[in-house]
């Protein structure tokens, strides 16, 4: 029996779906089989981001009214071995499904499957409690803005009476340059006005919109610093005590110089 | 020590004050004494027993009708700005669109983040960050107060007065303060100020 995630975050934009495909990838390349399931009903986009759009033959939807198998509506995907997208329906909307049918979805996937990784919708509604009902865990995606980490809080207050309380934390979008500079909120602050553990730190990074174009997941990048964190987020998940990346950016020979004489702080 | 226990006769019956700065003991005691002194002015009516700002346990009030009833054979009723005010002990952090809502104090241990609201017909003590709103005597009590042991809240109210947080700069608290109404509108004092002056 597999693990059962949602990945989700209240607000919207703040890298859900991108989330669920570069740890869902990343697990899949440790040599995990990984369902991804788009719980997205009526607005999906990973598939997009996975590459793998013009695959699709049946859906969530058509797989929840008896039209077809689970396994005949899972993608293959096209890079790495063991890694299967369960997509949306784009023609419907979220009262297509129902909390109990997402619950037997899940429970079927995590029969042959050691992840199951749901994309939940942004917001709080029926789409959100979907997405949740089938979980075992979760993880609440934010970035270090205000708004966002409100949503945050609200929703790990809604994942308060459930099972899946505490979630893990993911920080996405992360400039260090400028909470340094006190522009931003740090990690410390999200992390405290949260009260939950970081599972991870994504720092900004513009090859994550690349990648995200190209349809091709950012952990395939060996040079890419968000694509390092999500590895880093899929060991940790396996267990591996895995610290977390220094994302103070090189200050250059000037920089060097600077602390040599005590400028810097 | 005679103010300690006065009487009144009103239309609804006899309004019994009591000095809320006295202990409980000695005002029982002094009660019964003019209770039993003046039994038969008692015969039968209704006592309004005023506690004032006195929190009583259920005890206490019990022991309050019992007296009553045992001296002139009359009935209690209670009236008070702070009497039978239960506190509700809370041990977690109070999320965005989360509300607690409670009749009587209510002691938080965790912090209120923004979004959230706790409203409380007594007194509110946040053992951690107060930073959503908070209606300390939510019932119309103004003498109520609300404490954090950081305090910046979005909106603070009590009683029937509300206050917001600076638009500009938002000021951060450095320690334990406490909300109180002064002169018709609320203020912040350190908390150890308010202990220094009682």
């Known amino acids: 029996m597999g693990e059962v995630y949602v990945v989700t975050s209240g607000k919207g934009g703040v890298g859900k779906t991108t989330t669920v495909a570069n740890i869902g990838t990343a697990l899949a390349m440790c040599g995990n089989k990984v369902a991804l399931v788009d719980a997205d009903i009526g607005l999906r986009n990973l598939d997009v981001v996975m590459g793998l759009e013009n695959r699709i033959v049946y859906d969530l939807v058509d797989v929840v009214e008896g039209f077809c198998k689970v396994k005949h ?10 890694l299967y997208l369960l997509p949306a329906a784009q023609t419907r909307d979220k009262s297509a499904v129902n909390p109990a049918q997402m619950k037997e979805v899940c ?20 789409g959100f409690r979907n997405a949740i009902a089938g979980a075992e865990k979760a993880i609440v995606v ?7 980490v409100r949503d945050a809080d609200r929703v790990i207050g809604l994942l308060q009476p459930t099972n899946l309380y505490p979630p893990y ?4 979008r ?3 340059q400028m909470a340094r500079r006190g522009d931003m909120l740090d990690v410390s602050d999200v992390q ?14 513009e090859a994550i919109v690349v990648t995200t174009n190209k349809g091709e997941p950012a952990v395939f990048k060996n040079n890419s610093k968000a694509g390092q964190a999500f590895r880093n987020i899929a060991r940790r998940i396996l267990g591996e005590e895995v610290p977390l990346m220094e994302l103070e950016p090189s200050d250059g020979l000037l920089g060097l110089f600077k602390r040599i004489v005590g400028l810097s702080r | 020590m005679d103010e300690d226990v006065v009487f009144k006769g009103t239309r609804e019956g006899v309004l019994v004050l009591l000095n809320d700065v006295q202990d409980f003991e000695t005002l029982c005691k002094r009660l019964k004494e003019k209770l039993d002194a003046n039994s038969h002015f008692f015969q039968g009516a209704e006592v309004i027993v005023d506690t004032g700002k006195m929190s009583l346990s259920e005890e206490e009030v019990a022991e309050l009708g019992d007296m009553v009833k045992a001296s002139c054979g009359g009935k209690l009723r209670l009236r008070t700005a702070g009497s039978l005010r239960r506190t509700f002990l809370l ?6 669109g989360q509300e607690v809502l409670y009749d009587g104090n209510v002691v938080i241990v965790g912090d209120v983040n923004p979004g959230a609201e706790v409203i409380a017909t007594g007194d509110i003590v946040v053992m951690g960050k107060l930073r959503g709103m908070a209606h300390a005597g939510a019932l119309g009590d103004d003498a109520a107060v609300i404490a954090a042991l950081k305090m910046e809240p979005l909106q603070l109210r009590i009683g029937s007065y509300i206050s917001r947080s600076p638009d500009d ?9 406490v909300a109180m109404v002064k002169d018709g509108a609320i203020v912040i004092e350190e908390l150890l100020e308010v202990y220094r002056n009682g």
């Open chain 1, 192 to 205: 405290s006005t949260l009260a939950l553990d970081v599972l991870g730190v994504i720092p900004d990074d």
């Open chain 2, 169 to 177: 700069d938002r000021a951060n608290s450095n320690g334990p303060e």
């Open chain 1, 169 to 172: 934390l993911v920080i996405n």
């Open chain 1, 73 to 82: 509506a899972l993608i293959k995907d096209k890079r790495v071995e063991g």
């Open chain 1, 142 to 148: 934010t970035t270090p803005e205000v708004s966002a």
């Open chain 1, 107 to 126: 429970e079927q996937l995590s029969q042959d499957f050691d992840f199951v990784i749901v994309d939940c919708p942004a917001g709080i509604e029926q």
């Open chain 1, 174 to 176: 992360y400039k260090p």
């Open chain 2, 91 to 96: 041990k977690r952090t109070i999320r965005c």
